[in-house]
């Protein structure tokens, strides 16, 4: 007689497998992103940050005529922009990077819902 959890076994194993499958895809894919670099600048490029694909800030560039003694605000801004703008298309291509990851393991219904904001089923 087979008992009732032994009937869902191979669909528990198929689940573990692709589990598996995905979290070294994502691995490989987060190691890819720390390699990568995105740019961006502010202030008609007087200012530049550059952040690895994990949205880590990894190097910033001012322009001497940037660094204004008696502007340090106008200059802080300018630091602040570049930063976000860099840290937000970081974050977007980590996203093209690892949801087809999730997808290839999972199927698009779920990473459509992913996409949408909408975290639901």
């Known amino acids: 007689m087979t008992s009732p959890l032994g009937a869902h076994r191979p ?3 198929q689940f573990l497998q692709q589990a598996q499958a995905m979290q070294r895809n994502m691995l490989s894919a ?3 992103l720390t390699t990568l ?3 961006a600048t502010s202030g008609n490029g007087a200012v530049r940050a550059t952040v690895d694909g994990c949205a880590q800030l990894q190097k910033l560039d001012i322009a001497p005529e940037a660094a ?3 502007d340090t605000e106008g200059l802080a801004e300018l630091v602040l922009a570049a930063i976000r703008e860099a840290t937000q298309s970081a974050q977007e291509l980590a996203q093209q990077k690892l949801l087809p990851t999730i ?3 999972f199927g698009e219904s779920i990473t459509a819902n992913l996409r949408d904001g909408r975290g639901g089923y």
């Open 37 to 39: 670099r995105v740019q």
């Open 30 to 32: 987060q190691q890819e």
């Open 11 to 13: 669909d528990m194993q």
């Open 103 to 105: 997808a290839h393991t």
């Open 68 to 70: 204004d003694p008696y």
